[in-house]
């Protein structure tokens, strides 16, 4: 991989990931930007103890441009992107419009691919490789910020999860403060590991879930199951079998066999509800350990912590939705109408198709 890195003509960082190491990246820049002027805060809510962005400045951002005015298609002649070489492997730039920013953390956009009709389901092992190390490097970096104390790099896919760019991309945000959702599992984690003398919690959940019937795949270093409490519909938790905190602490055979499970896990999401059916909508989260302090959860620290990727869809039926309505949205309970063994079974099921 060679690391390439540049400015916007707004001064934001854009940095090249390319397969070939002779790639030469000397593109500039010619759109006539002002500087990026944002207006993130965040502010904590004194009830429930979390964080909110505000971020005004997000309304006037680009929604659903038409595909030959994409941002994040490679420049073409006189129509200018957000990239300005013709063609890229993997692109990461800060976000124009971003929810965090300065002191309240930053916010980037993953580029996977310069096609812009392709999704990642649809890339190649050596491709797929490029952007598990430019998720690596991203966190690696965002990590030695001041303002940093959680890398979360994710990908939002299809237009019913609210994605408002057509291209294959995902992102990354480096919160100032450790997110709710992980605080959670630290908690748990703390917990248990007084309960029981000092077992690990993550250890004993995948040792349970890989004896059980909800294993959807399983490789030499990585684990796919959908979990016992599912909150969605169809929810795959992908697990390396050695324990590290981050993306960082992954060995190279961890590395290389990603690709190939991963790929598969996507494609298995696609023929979930039959042939004929729209492309599958997912949210796909990694979850990192924080890099901040961890003094208020009991004895816990970030070797504790469990590298895992979360994927799930908000469709629960061939052209139905699952809709957060007011159990969910209201008090945080989730109804789930599918059985995650029924969803694991399905999940097996179209291994093959």
């Known amino acids: 991989m060679k690391k390439t890195s540049t400015r916007l003509a707004d001064g934001r960082e854009l940095v090249y990931y390319d397969l070939r190491d002779d790639t030469v990246r000397d593109a500039v820049d010619r759109r006539?930007?002002?500087?990026?002027?944002?207006?993130?805060?965040?502010?904590?809510?004194?009830?429930?103890?979390?964080?909110?962005a505000v971020a005004s400045h997000r309304q006037g951002r680009t929604y659903h441009p038409p595909a030959d005015q994409c941002p994040l298609c490679p420049s073409d002649g006189e129509r200018l992107s957000e990239i300005p070489?013709?063609?890229?492997?993997?692109?990461?730039?800060?976000?124009?419009?971003?929810?965090?920013?300065?002191?309240?953390?930053?916010?980037?956009?993953?580029?996977?691919?310069?096609?812009?009709?392709a999704?990642?389901?649809?890339?190649?092992?050596?491709?797929?490789?490029?952007?598990?190390d430019a998720w690596t490097d991203r966190t690696s970096e965002l990590s030695h910020l001041a303002s940093v104390e959680q890398v979360f790099c994710f990908e939002n896919r299809g237009a019913e999860i609210g994605v408002t760019l057509g291209h294959p991309h995902g992102q990354i945000y480096a919160y100032p403060f450790t997110t709710p959702r992980t605080a959670l599992m630290l908690r748990s984690l703390a917990a248990h590991k007084d309960a029981t003398g000092g077992e690990n919690l993550f250890d004993a959940v995948l040792e349970e879930e890989l004896a059980g019937e909800r294993v959807v795949l399983e490789g030499e270093h990585w684990a796919a199951f959908v979990p016992y409490a599912a909150h969605w519909p169809y929810e795959v938790h992908l697990y390396p079998k050695r324990r590290v905190p981050d993306l960082l602490g992954l060995d190279e055979a961890a590395r290389t066999e990603f690709p190939k499970v991963y790929l598969e896990l996507l494609r298995r999401f696609d023929r979930i509800f039959g042939e004929g059916e729209p492309p599958t909508p997912y949210i796909a989260a990694w979850h990192q350990a924080p890099f901040g302090q961890l003094e208020e959860f009991d004895g816990v620290t970030r070797d504790d912590f469990a590298l895992h990727l979360e994927l799930f869809t908000i469709r629960r039926t061939s052209g139905k939705l699952k809709f957060l309505a007011g159990s969910e949205s209201g008090m945080d309970v989730f109804i789930n109408?599918?059985?995650?063994?029924?969803?694991?079974?399905?999940?097996?099921?179209?291994?093959?198709?």
């Open 32 to 52: 006539p930007l002002e500087r990026t002027v944002t207006t993130s805060e965040v502010r904590r809510d004194p009830l429930l103890g979390d964080s909110v």
């Open 85 to 117: 070489d013709s063609a890229y492997d993997v692109v990461v730039f800060e976000n124009r419009f971003p929810s965090l920013a300065g002191d309240s953390g930053r916010c980037e956009v993953v580029c996977f691919t310069s096609d812009h009709d």
């Open 119 to 132: 999704s990642f389901a649809g890339l190649g092992e050596e491709q797929a490789r490029l952007v598990l």
């Open 337 to 353: 109408d599918v059985p995650p063994e029924r969803a694991a079974e399905r999940l097996r099921e179209v291994a093959s198709s």
